[in-house]
């Protein structure tokens, strides 16, 4: 870890303890197992997805391997959402995958979920002209702050 981030840690632990002293013991850590890293990019990208949207991609990030892929079934989303009707299901993952965030294909009676990484969601939204040029700048300002290859189209 650079010394930038270790000044930054330091500096974020000594708020949270002067901040937050009841609760030292209660913060998760994501040292351990049971973290699932999530693309700061997301952050940027939350405006062009409902809420419903939202939940299936983050219950689909939190059920991901290394790999970027995972295979719930609908009744297993359906379930661990708390979504009565099925049937809505399907469209908002249609819409997960036009919109660049995920691809799904089948094999084997089953179904295959792949997370693709943020910058195919950024580049399908602004070629469909749904980000514009001004957010379309502070994505890229972003990703140049997490020093990633800035989108250009």
Same mark, same amino acid.
């Given at each position: 870890?650079?010394?930038?981030n270790n000044r930054r840690l330091d500096r974020e632990e000594r708020l949270r303890a002067e901040l937050f002293p009841e609760h030292q013991n209660?913060?998760?850590?994501?040292?351990?197992a049971g973290f699932v890293p +999530? %693309?700061?990019e997301?952050?940027?990208l939350l405006r062009y997805l409902t809420p419903p949207q939202v939940r299936i991609l983050l219950y689909l990030l939190l059920r991901v391997s290394r790999a970027g892929i995972c295979f719930p079934t609908i009744d297993e989303i359906?379930?661990?959402?708390?979504v009565a009707a099925k049937k809505h299901l399907r469209p908002l993952i249609a819409d997960l995958e036009r919109?660049?965030?995920?691809? +799904? %294909?089948s094999s084997g009676g089953r179904t295959y979920y792949l997370i693709l990484d943020p910058s195919v969601a950024i580049t399908t939204l602004r070629k469909d002209g749904v980000i514009d040029d001004?957010?379309?700048?502070?994505?890229?300002r972003l990703r140049g702050d997490l020093k990633r290859e800035e989108i250009s189209i």
């Open positions: 870890m650079s010394d930038s209660s913060v998760f850590d994501t040292r351990k +999530v %693309a700061i997301y952050r940027k359906a379930y661990d959402l708390g919109k660049g965030f995920i691809q +799904v %294909a001004e957010h379309f700048l502070e994505i890229n």
